[in-house]
């Protein structure tokens, strides 16, 4: 079992920028490849960032790419993603994920992570 914790979402303004924090417990988090997801109101969940168990690879969405950076801390047991130049559109509740694939394509599935976090609340107002 991984237990993760997302914490660091809040209220922004457009153009602004957040860091948000994922805490994990339980199993060695350090051999875990982890993802981040979010859904907004009356949407599914979207991929927006994975990161391998080593750090060595990352992938991101479209919407994601030269705003957003994932990285992770295997001494700590965190993942975080530090997002910039926030838009109302990335408003969503934000969630982590951990599991044992690596693939480039499934990476950005919901089917690619066995754990999940409760979420933490994102909104960027314009």
């Known amino acids: 079992q991984v237990q993760l914790v997302e914490s660091g979402g809040g209220m922004v303004q457009a153009g602004g920028s957040l860091r948000l924090t994922c805490t994990a417990s339980?199993?060695?988090?350090?051999?875990?490849?982890m993802g981040w997801f979010r859904q907004a109101p009356g949407k599914g969940r979207e991929f927006v960032a994975a990161?391998?168990?080593?750090?060595?690879?990352?992938g991101y969405s479209n919407s994601a790419k030269g705003r957003f950076t994932i990285s992770r801390d295997n001494v700590n047991d965190m993942l975080f993603l530090q997002m910039h130049n926030l838009k109302p559109w990335d408003t969503a509740v934000y969630y982590c994920?951990?599991?044992?694939?690596?693939?480039?394509?499934?990476?950005?599935?919901?089917?690619?992570?066995?754990?999940w976090g409760q979420g933490t609340q994102v909104t960027v107002s314009s």
């Open positions: 994920a951990a599991g044992n694939l690596w693939n480039p394509v499934l990476i950005m599935t919901a089917t690619a992570y066995n754990y």
């Open positions: 339980g199993r060695t988090f350090s051999r875990q490849n």
């Open positions: 990161i391998k168990w080593s750090g060595s690879d990352t």
